[in-house]
């Protein structure tokens, strides 16, 4: 165990968490683990939009017995030493990784290799996208917690695919990326949100894009509201399917039971097709469908307001047989 937690120079630090503080802008809560942080110096972090170069302008510590995440004045440090947790005031933060690591920058290092370091923990991340561009947009509050999603998300149980990705809260950014798939899958129209905070102005933005957004804190709750959502898409497609299907059938008007002849007929004539006007109706004990040697009253509307209306008497007779017109796709 002693040597376990001893002391080291080489400096080991993670990002907590990306916040703005008043006076200060964007700022970083870290945990120190190993080594000594100094005001000055050069860092470099991982970012969603690539690695970040930038100066330490500032080391804050909460007062004694305050917590770190508590709104207050902070204290000022020259340096902090390992073990400790301390929050980085610094220019061009705003698109860093919780859950990554922070790289020192010193005077001899070839800084696009340290660039280069600080971008190692989301290359397996960014490598899970779907080179097709298709599938759901997903949250995370971390870069390990957004690991874990993925991973989740690729097994062979669930596959579902995902098109971009983002850590921290839902802004109308994220909103904006993911209504793209309107063009796409309507079904890939949703942000999974995994323990992160959607803001009112995303959440308003969303429901005037038709965006779906589910969050959770626990991953397989995700899931559940993923897959409730494709089932009623698939019912909603079926049912849709359903009522626009125009089935084949011939009617055989009856005599003395044409009760007005100005709505009647759908088409007639089986060498030279007329069409005619459009059933909006069954009558007689309302039904949703006749079958075959079933006696109906029906009622019929016009297809096309353009249309002439097709008069009982004038355009076809009694005699005349009705068929139904079927939608063919070529």
């Known amino acids: 165990m002693v040597k376990r937690i001893t002391y080291s120079e080489e400096v080991q630090c993670t990002v907590l968490e990306v916040k703005v503080v008043e006076g200060h802008g964007t700022t970083i809560d870290v945990v120190l683990v190993n080594g000594v942080l100094y005001e000055g110096d050069q860092i470099a972090v991982c970012g969603m939009q690539g690695p970040v170069a930038t100066t330490i302008r500032a080391l804050l510590t909460p007062h004694p017995m305050r917590e770190l995440r508590v709104k207050g004045t902070y204290l000022h440090h020259k340096e902090i030493k390992a073990a400790q947790g301390t929050k980085i005031a610094a220019q061009g ?3 860093t990784i919780s859950g990554t690591s922070i ?7 070839n800084i696009e290799e340290i660039k280069e370091a600080a971008m190692e ?9 779907a080179k097709s561009g298709e599938g759901v947009y997903v ?3 971390t870069l390990g917690s957004l690991e874990a999603l993925l991973e989740f998300l690729k097994t062979p ?25 309107l063009e796409k899958r309507k079904e890939y129209r949703t942000i999974l949100a995994f323990n992160v905070k959607v803001t009112p ?7 005037e894009l038709e965006v779906k957004i589910f969050t959770a804190n626990i991953i397989y709750h995700l899931f559940d509201q993923f897959k409730a959502r494709i089932d009623n898409l698939k ?9 626009e299907t125009v089935f084949p059938c011939l009617l055989q008007i009856m005599p003395n039971c044409v009760f007005s002849t100005r709505r009647i007929p759908l088409c007639w004539g089986f060498k030279s097709l007329m069409v005619l006007q459009r059933i909006a109706l069954i009558e007689n004990k309302p039904v949703d469908r006749a079958k075959k040697g079933q006696k109906v009253a029906i009622k019929i509307i016009g297809s096309n307001s353009e249309e002439q209306q097709k008069m009982f008497g004038r355009h076809f007779e009694i005699e005349d047989q009705l068929v139904s017109k079927i939608k063919i796709k070529y």
Do not use: C, F
């Not at 790289?103 to 290092?109: A, Q």
């Not at 102005?201 to 429901?207: M, P």
């Open 157 to 181: 149980a669930v596959n579902i695919p995902v098109s971009a990705i983002s850590i921290g809260p839902v802004h109308k950014k994220e909103v904006m990326k993911a209504s793209t798939m």
């Open 93 to 95: 933060l705003e698109h």
């Open 235 to 243: 019912e909603e497609k079926k049912r849709k399917a359903a009522e």
């Open 201 to 207: 102005e995303a959440r308003e933005l969303a429901d």
């Open 139 to 141: 949250q995370a509050s």
């Open 103 to 109: 790289y020192i920058v010193r005077p001899h290092d």
């Open 121 to 129: 923990d989301v290359k397996s991340v960014m490598s899970r996208i």
